[in-house]
């Protein structure tokens, strides 16, 4: 039976070596595992010892577990408060197969199934119940977890609960009375993308107590974060996933129409490509969502509507058509790859039209709202610096890693992190990259500093328009200097100097390029600049990739896959919650011929030994 707060201390002892015997007997009966990952420990102590936290885990970090195994040890019920539906039923799926007592509440149950949970939950039979803030306020769910007792409460997506953090949802806000209802009961905020302030502003609308807070490493070494110049968008897609095919491939758009144009146009191409986006039948959605998670469907194409709501470990590739809002959500979205630890790749094709298009965009939205004009304002800005961050990133010639790192306030350590374009040596400096800058930053002083990254640009390449030649500036000692340069390319080199600080840009509705004391000291030679190239040389396979694959029989490890992906179509589950790849690969690198063997593998417990051992010793004691 679940322990009812206020009536009895759940807490345990998290100091003895008999809890951490506990712990480490949990994990390997339960989940196959031998040791948790950095912070795992920390965030379970905390948890089992009635402490309030706040865990902040990169995607992949293992932040479920944190709340997953606390309740095991001491035979409590907690809750999971998580924002979609289909992040609960993942979590669920998951849990049912290895046999944990899971459960989740939401408008997609018939009446009959909530009954059945509801007697559950009353009779102790659960250790996680999950729902969504609208549920747990708006049903007489609160009544029942009153009377049945709450030793914890876990809010998953955390950052939707701050107005500074990138995915801000009003409905959060109110979980700060689920605290005073169950005031016994301990309270863990986890996330994977929290800047300081955003983690400041979750322990205060929780009234977090005195938390214990983690914050992990943000980096993600087995990602390969790449950058290209956007060019030729379905062409680009097209050889992308080329490196990946069979593989699980998230390509997000900007736009609803975007999705489905381009989805028509890779299966026009021969590959099994669905759009997916907010304004599709739910059914439609669901059957997308579906195939994807039981490996019938590889490639999505998708609006960000799709990212929070999956949870398939083994996504290998996270392509961006258009530039992301903001590094928080493009952390977010890019942590759909790579979940199971294994080397995956995140590619942006990036285009400086895409900082317009968000500015308009952002401008629209706002404009719909009935915000004072002071508010709409500071939220304006507040999302266009969150955009401009974004852009930096995508323009700079330094490490993508330590770029992330040092963005979420982490310091970077290695010279070389031998995961992404700039550190493989993918992009290129632009030989005369000096001069060049000489030549545009004197073409901003010839115009007056009156004019926009495009007008410069056009400037510089000698177009006749009519704005050139109605301010005369085809008869300026600038004019046509870089006529050998497309406007794209063009652009791109101003914004590579905007981001370097070699240049400023005005604030505004129609924002001009101006100089800046950097910008005198590069037309008088007191400082060097560098200028990448704007073209991506050949793509190089990051380490992680070739490590993750070392001694693994492929062809064993294929059979394998066909077998889970089979056994998930007769269960209706997601293929990933039956073995996750990670545990196939470690499968098929061992090749173990008995159930003690196969019990020594990675991801391999008491509970898949028991329903799937005989099948799987059948099929590597087969292999040819």
Same mark, same amino acid.
């Given at each position: ?45 905390? !948890? !089992? ?49 290895? /046999? ?12 009959? $199934?909530?009954? +059945?949970?509801?007697?559950?939950? &009353? ?41 500074? /953090? ?28 929290? #800047? ?27 990602? #390969? ?11 680009? #897609?097209?050889?992308?996933? /080329? ?21 028509? &146009? ?6 099994? !490509? ?14 997308? @969502? ?36 903001? *590094? ?10 790579? &979940? ?8 942006? *094709? ?68 031998? /995961? ?8 290129? =400096? ?7 800058? @000489? ?35 085809? &008869? ?10 497309? $406007? ?27 100089? =800046? ?7 008088? =030679? ?50 990933? #919650? ?23 593998? +990675? ?22």
């Amino acid at each position: 039976m679940a322990r009812q707060a206020g009536k009895e201390d759940p807490t345990i002892d998290t100091d003895t070596a008999a809890f951490a015997d506990s712990l480490r007997d949990t994990l390997r009966s339960w989940w196959g595992f031998d040791t948790l990952r950095p912070l795992q420990a920390e965030a379970i102590a905390a !948890a !089992a010892g009635g402490r309030d936290s706040l865990v902040v885990l990169p995607t992949g970090g293992g932040k479920s577990l944190c709340y997953q195994l606390p309740p095991l040890l001491d035979e409590t019920t907690d809750i999971v408060i998580s924002p979609l539906v289909s992040l609960m039923k993942d979590q669920v799926d998951a849990l049912e197969a290895i /046999g944990y007592p899971a459960a989740a509440i939401h408008a997609g149950l018939s009446l009959d $199934q909530r009954r +059945r949970v509801y007697d559950r939950l &009353r009779a102790g039979d659960l250790r996680l119940l999950f729902t969504a803030p609208e549920r747990l306020f708006n049903t007489g769910l609160l009544d029942t977890l009153t009377a049945v007792g709450v030793s914890r409460i876990n809010i998953d997506e955390a950052h939707c609960i701050s107005q500074w /953090g990138h995915d801000f949802r009003p409905e959060y806000r109110q979980l700060a009375a689920v605290r005073e209802r169950f005031p016994q009961a301990s309270v863990h905020a986890f996330t994977a993308t929290a #800047t300081p302030r955003v983690r400041d502003d979750i322990a205060a609308q929780m009234h977090l107590r005195e938390p214990e807070t983690l914050v992990g490493v943000f980096d993600r070494p087995n990602l #390969t974060y790449r950058v290209v110049p956007r060019t030729d968008k379905t062409r680009q #897609t097209l050889e992308i996933l /080329g490196r990946h095919a069979g593989e699980a491939s998230i390509v997000y758009c900007i736009s609803r129409r975007e999705t489905e144009e381009l989805a028509a &146009r890779l299966t026009a191409a021969g590959l099994l !490509a669905h759009p997916y986006h907010a304004g599709l039948e739910a059914t439609q959605r669901h059957r997308t @969502q579906e195939a994807f998670a039981k490996e019938t469907l590889d490639v999505v194409v998708a609006t960000v509507a799709f990212g929070m709501g999956i949870d398939r470990s083994n996504v290998r590739l996270v392509l961006h058509t258009a530039l992301p809002k903001s *590094l928080e959500a493009y952390q977010q979205e890019t942590g759909r790859a790579g &979940r199971d630890g294994l080397a995956a790749e995140c590619v942006l *094709l990036y285009s400086a039209a895409d900082v317009f298009s968000w500015e308009s965009l952002i401008r629209r939205g706002m404009d719909a709202t009935e915000l004072e004009a002071d508010e709409a304002e500071r939220l304006i800005e507040s999302q266009l610096t969150h955009l401009h961050q974004m852009r930096r990133y995508a323009q700079a010639a330094r490490c993508r890693h330590a770029a992330l790192s040092e963005y979420f306030g982490q310091s970077y350590e290695p010279t070389s992190c031998g /995961g992404c374009d700039i550190c493989l040596g993918e992009t290129q =400096n632009l030989s005369d990259s000096h001069i060049t800058a @000489q030549k545009i930053i004197s073409c901003v002083a010839r115009v007056g500093e009156r004019f926009g990254v495009r007008h410069l640009s056009e400037v510089l390449r000698g177009a006749r328009t009519a704005a050139i030649d109605r301010h005369g500036h085809h &008869r300026l000692s600038t004019y046509g200097l870089l006529a050998d340069l497309d $406007q794209r390319t063009c652009e791109n080199l101003v914004h590579q100097l905007l981001d370097q600080d070699y240049l400023s840009r005005s604030s505004g509705d129609r924002p001009v390029v101006t100089l =800046n004391a950097r910008s005198w000291e590069v037309l008088r =030679n007191e400082r060097d600049v560098t200028l990448l190239e704007p073209r991506l040389k050949k793509t190089v396979r990051a380490k992680s990739d070739a490590d993750d694959w070392e001694g693994v029989d492929r062809d064993l490890f294929e059979r394998l896959r066909k077998w889970r992906r089979t056994i998930a179509d007769q269960r209706g589950k997601p293929a990933w #919650t039956i073995v996750d790849d990670k545990a196939l690969r470690s499968i098929a690198r061992e090749k173990p011929t008995s159930p003690a063997a196969l019990l020594r593998c +990675r991801g391999i417990g008491e509970k898949r030994l028991a329903d799937h051992g005989a099948a799987i010793l059948d099929i590597i004691t087969s292999s040819p």
